[in-house]
């Protein structure tokens, strides 16, 4: 198991989402740590539009 499943399953994460990254940042100068984690979908997902008439696919506007 991977640390991006064993994070998605702590979060309770169904599919289709899930965490596609993870940053642990340490600033010992700081005495700060931080945790980032990025969360998506599997490719493919669809999604419930507004009107709740019907399941869409993503489109990315990239």
């Known amino acids: 198991m991977n640390n991006e499943s064993l994070f998605s399953m702590a979060l309770g994460l ?14 010992n100068i700081l005495e700060q740590n931080e945790l980032h984690l990025q969360i998506g979908f599997e ?20």
């Open 14 to 27: 169904q599919s289709p989402w899930k965490v596609e990254e993870i940053i642990f940042s340490n600033d």
């Open 43 to 62: 490719s493919g997902a669809r999604f419930a539009d507004e009107s709740g008439g019907g399941l869409c696919q993503w489109h990315s506007l990239k």
